[in-house]
């Protein structure tokens, strides 16, 4: 299965969908977190366009210098630093979760949340602030959150004790 079928199942069974991916290498990890990335980078284009038209005092190349930065080399720091946070708050629970598990249940929760997170990025862009900009954050934030927790919790099941 490929990947986009495999981000339409997260939407549905994000435990299985997680398990599916759960022996994807570390290399192809990586690959994905960068993709990822890569999207949430251009989903921000419209917002950008947006507030370059309405204050032509920062153009529109610097404001996306600055989104290119931060979601291209700082995001994906961020990621593995919470990655490892979250890992050492699951042991401190109990739970029997590794750093590459950890790894995956996050960068798998982001890769999942794409479609919104573009969606978001248009009702920024052409609709501008207001409820319906609020409505689809508070659904990426929940999609996101839904699909990390229940990767954790599919992750931190399956593996056996050694």
């Not at 997680?18 to 994905?32: F, H």
């Not at 920024?124 to 990426?140: C, E, K, M, Y």
């Not at 959150?145 to 056996?160: K, N, P, V, Y």
């Amino acid at each position: 299965m490929g990947l986009i079928p495999r981000i339409l199942l997260t939407w549905r069974a994000p435990g299985r969908a997680v398990r599916e991916v759960a022996l994807m290498s570390e290399p192809a990890l990586l690959a994905l977190l960068i993709g990822t990335m890569a999207l949430y980078f251009v989903a921000q284009w419209p917002a950008h366009a947006r507030a370059a038209a309405l204050d032509p005092s920062v153009p529109l190349q610097a404001r996306l210098g600055g989104a290119l930065l931060a979601t291209m080399f700082l995001m994906p720091l961020l990621v593995l630093a919470l990655a490892w946070l979250a890992q050492g708050a699951a042991r401190l629970l109990g739970a029997r979760l590794d750093g590459r598990q950890s790894r995956l249940a996050l960068i798998w929760a982001l890769a999942a949340a794409v479609p919104v997170m573009l969606l978001q990025g248009l009702v920024q862009g052409f609709v501008g602030p207001g409820p319906a900009v609020t409505v689809v954050n508070i659904l990426a934030g929940a999609a996101f959150l839904l699909f990390w927790i229940a990767g954790l919790r599919e992750l931190s099941g399956t593996r056996r004790p050694a």
